[in-house]
């Protein structure tokens, strides 16, 4: 028997093609016909929904074709298209697939153009063709463009969500009371006091003015950020701006861009009510640009602050921010700058401002933080257990079963909505029941429509879990290569990329409020990637000494070892044999579970000694002599004995 020829076929539509006519639907059908005909077997569909065609990065269902295409496990000899603008409207991105494709031996069909790149002059128009889309595609958004810009000519609002103290009404702007005077007092400080745009915002928060949160600003407090959105937007005096910024390809790339501001914009009155004067407004944006002024660094350089917001506030938890202190000498030259993290005092606790004032040394934290890592990589077994990661495949055969299942779910849902558009074509209109009946199987098809849109969905969904993981193990990977040279190559580097080395490789780093008796500072590390920390495989590293023992928290993100082999000297942790059956939170965690009732590490310690198990010294005892110490009370003295007994610390 000849065995049938294999292909994927993919489809794509975007926001513009719908007014075409080429819908998701329309081209499967089309494409699944023309592989009927020609005896294919299609083996594989993707699909982008909503998706521009102007280059290949923001599809990942193309993406992902291309990834099983150059798998080789398909075996596919050819791609179908509806039509080749599906295919890309970027001619550089055309050509670049196609060769890809070709490398591995699969071809294009563009079934509605009647192109096939295995034929002689196939490639020639492919490559006319895609050149073409492509200035389709350009017209597509000179036209869009030209209709905002029109839009904005005649002063009404261009779309997106109202700005504060507005609402949108039928596509025009109406003043919102509430929000309006909010933005007239920002004015009125900013122009007439000598109050900044944070000052205004501490202001604001501080005298109890409510800042309504929006679908667009889920922020509940004034910010300084959002002080000046106001400021600068004219549609605050009844203006309407069009083309403040635009995007801008980054020189040297092909498909990326980024938002550049443009100074010389389309500014027109707009059919809006004003919140403020266009006088006021004037004056704010005079006194903008005096003060908007970025100054040009003069000294150190070459210094950043390496852990600026990943180092937190022991109060607040608010990231802490860099600073220097520098000092002239009465030659008139300077002292040596001084470096430091503190916090902003952004955030309230308890009702009030946090009002931690503590100025810690950049190089004492820095280096405490640097030392925890050379101590990490120190170890031999670290250093292999780093090698064996970076050559560790990723696990994702758990996520692929649960993609395969809804694709096939996906491929049953489609031949269900098709065979009842079958059985629809053939009811007989002189049927005297025809109408019934084709009400009855075009309910059950809009079901199905309804499953397919559903299923679609969960692919989408998986498809972004894979794609992530993968691009995790990536740049996990990269963190893990410099580690293995970590002592050699850290020191050499300059203070910038230190910063962006520790930015991608820790979370968050704790501190204690003031350095312990035993000089330590570190209280906790947070980190991106697992790191390997006495044997085992670990997302952080606690110093917290609330608990009886130093705290180490496996990671099971993706599928852990059966077993991970740990050697603890009971000696130098000085622990006796009935405080190894169980920490005091695990007691605390059984007693909630099984009463409800909350205890205390004191209350614990109080029931255990009663039983026998003495604690060392200084634990758990009252700071100054004839303090009153409270006693556990009975029925949790009871719940405590209960964990205890559970925990085969007593057996009484």
């Known amino acids: 028997m000849k065995q049938r020829i294999k292909c994927f076929i993919y489809t794509r539509v975007s926001t513009s093609m719908q ?44 993406q992902r074709m291309l990834r099983d295409i150059e798998s080789g496990e398909s075996g596919v000899s050819f791609v179908l298209v509806f039509k080749l603008s599906r295919f890309g409207r970027n001619a550089a991105d055309v050509l670049t697939s196609l060769q890809r494709m070709q490398d591995y031996g699969v071809n294009l069909i563009c079934v509605e153009d009647g192109i096939d790149s295995s034929k002689d002059a196939g490639k020639l128009m492919i490559s006319v063709l895609s050149a073409v889309a492509e200035i389709e595609r350009e017209n597509i958004l000179v036209q869009t463009m030209e209709g905002r810009r029109q839009k904005a000519r005649e002063g009404r609002w261009n779309g997106g969500f109202a700005p504060y103290g507005y609402k949108l009404e039928n596509g025009e702007l109406l003043i919102e009371p509430g929000e309006a005077e909010v933005v007239r007092v920002i004015f009125e400080k900013y122009t007439t006091s000598s109050m900044g745009t944070q000052k205004i915002a501490y202001w604001l928060n501080e005298r109890g003015y409510k800042k309504i949160q929006r679908h667009n600003n889920k922020l509940e407090a004034f910010t300084g950020s959002f002080i000046v959105g106001i400021i600068d937007n004219p549609v605050y005096c009844g203006k309407i701006a069009y083309g403040r910024r635009h995007n801008e390809k980054v020189p040297g790339t092909r498909n990326e861009y980024h938002i ?56 607040c938890g608010s990231g802490m921010y860099g600073n220097v202190n520098r000092k002239k000498k009465g030659d008139g030259t300077y002292y040596r700058d001084y470096f430091y993290y503190a916090c902003k005092h952004r955030l309230h606790v308890d009702g009030k401002r946090c009002d931690y004032h503590h100025q810690w040394g950049e190089d004492i934290i820095d280096s405490a933080i640097v030392e925890v890592i050379r101590k990490l990589i120190a170890n031999p077994k670290s250093e292999q257990e780093i090698r064996n990661r970076i050559s560790r495949s990723i696990d994702t055969v758990e996520l692929e079963k649960e993609l395969e299942v809804q694709q096939k779910q996906l491929r049953q849902q489609i031949g269900t909505k098709d065979r009842l558009s079958e059985q629809m074509d053939r009811l007989d209109y002189d049927d005297p029941h025809y109408d019934r009946k084709y009400e009855d199987l075009q309910e059950r098809q809009n079901r199905v429509y309804d499953l397919i849109a559903e299923t679609e969905a969960k692919i989408a969904d998986v498809q972004i879990r894979l794609e992530n993981v993968r691009r995790e193990k990536i740049s996990a990977d990269h963190v893990y290569q410099f580690l293995l040279c970590f002592d050699q190559l850290y020191d050499q580097f300059t203070d910038a990329e230190k910063k962006i080395f520790m930015s991608s490789f820790i979370e968050r780093v704790e501190i204690y409020p003031e350095r312990q008796p035993n000089g330590q500072i570190l209280k906790h590390i947070e980190f991106n990637f697992p790191v390997f920390y006495q044997g085992v495989e670990t997302k952080e590293i606690c110093w917290d000494t609330d ?34 059956k169980a920490t005091y939170e695990e007691i605390k965690t059984y007693v909630l579970e099984h009463t409800g009732l909350k205890v205390s590490h004191l209350y614990i310690a109080q029931v255990k000694a009663k039983h026998g198990i003495i604690e060392r010294d200084c634990y758990n005892k009252p700071k100054t002599e004839g303090n009153h110490v409270p006693q556990c009370p009975p029925e949790k003295e009871k719940a405590i004995e209960d964990a205890l007994r559970y925990f085969q610390m007593i057996t009484d």
């Open 19 to 62: 007014v075409e006519g080429y819908s998701l639907d329309g081209q499967k059908d089309r494409l699944r016909k023309y592989a009927d005909y020609q005896d294919y077997q299609i083996v594989g569909e993707y699909c982008d929904e909503g998706k521009s065609g102007k280059n290949v990065e923001g599809r990942p269902e193309f």
């Open 260 to 315: 550049v501001r443009t100074e010389d914009y389309m500014l027109v009155d707009g059919r809006h009510e004003a919140i403020v004067t266009e006088e006021q407004w004037r004056i704010a944006q005079g006194r903008r640009s005096n003060t908007n002024q970025r100054q040009p660094k003069t000294h150190s350089l070459e210094h950043e602050h390496v852990f600026s917001a990943i180092l937190k506030c022991p109060i």
């Open 547 to 580: 608990g009886t023992v130093e705290t180490v928290c496996l990671l099971s993100k993706i599928r852990s070892a059966p077993h991970i082999d740990i050697e603890l000297d009971m000696t130098e942790l000085d622990v006796t044999k009935a405080e190894t």
